[in-house]
DNA sequence: CGGTATCCCCTCTGATACTG
DNA sequence: CAGTATCAGAGGGGATACCG
């Protein structure tokens, strides 16, 4: 996705202060990732130890199991989370988290925890919006 | 809520370890803001100071008008952001961060410095997940 | 148990055109 | 300049059924 480009004009300031243009492009890819329903859901709740996908189905609230196939493959290709298959009957796959994942994690327990800590301020912003 | 601490807590049993179930929902709604396409464009952009509209188009690359106007009403009914019309000609808009905004701007500098230097790993995690 | 495969809807998004 | 209105398309995501 190139974006736009800026056609040579002034840009005086520069494209953006604090993003240098050159890498925008990978923040869109990577904010893409991010921003897809159910990563940062799962990149949370893979915190508390190697999982099996049941239990991360069942930890991670109203996922199908295809979004949760799909996520853990697209985390996995990533390089945030590892697969680890055992043969055994029953079959047994675990996921955690690498190193990689692990920086992020930390990321995404702050914003989580930022949410949680503005719930109710942004709540009550959004009541009085929907109001007006 | 502080997650932050909970790592290595082996146990924790229950439907998720660090996340309650109770604060689910809101979760959710918060990351859905966050996950869409702009929002965190957007707020990483607003930060260097009271912008117009325009400035905004042109500093996030590819946002189409309507986007930029959508995202940017929902931020500020979040109260995320303010938005200020000076009654002139011709008119001018400007958009900056409330105090809460400028919390969820730094996650998002963070975010984004993450992205930034995890770069090359990621890419490469892929380029080898794609090849094989 | 841990997935795949398929269908299908519905939202999100972009393009275009118009306005105060 | 700073939007609004409308339309159309793409694909994300849910439901369901089936497989190793």
Redesign the interface.
């Known amino acids: 996705?190139e974006?736009?480009g800026?056609s040579g004009g002034a840009?005086a300031v520069g494209?953006?202060?604090?993003?240098p243009?050159e890498?925008?492009a990978?923040?869109?890819t990577?904010?893409?990732r991010?921003?897809?329903?159910w990563s940062?859901?799962v990149i949370?709740?893979v915190?508390?130890?190697p999982l099996r996908y049941t239990d991360l189905q069942?930890?991670v609230?109203?996922i199908s199991q295809r979004m949760l196939t799909l996520t853990l493959r697209q985390l996995?290709?990533?390089?945030l989370i590892t697969r680890t298959a055992y043969a055994e009957v029953p079959p047994r796959v675990e996921y955690a988290l690498t190193p990689?994942g692990r920086?992020?994690h930390e990321?995404v327990?702050?914003?989580?925890?930022?949410?949680?800590?503005?719930?109710d301020?942004?709540?009550?912003?959004?009541a009085r919006?929907?109001a007006a």
Chains 1, 2 share one sequence.
């Open positions: 996705m974006v736009t800026s840009a494209p953006c202060a604090a993003i243009a890498h925008m990978f923040i869109r990577v904010l893409d991010v921003g897809d329903k940062l859901l949370a709740v915190e508390s130890g069942r930890q609230p109203g996995q290709e990533d390089g990689l920086g992020l990321i327990t702050s914003l989580i925890g930022w949410a949680a800590d503005h719930h301020e942004i709540r009550e912003h959004r919006a929907t």
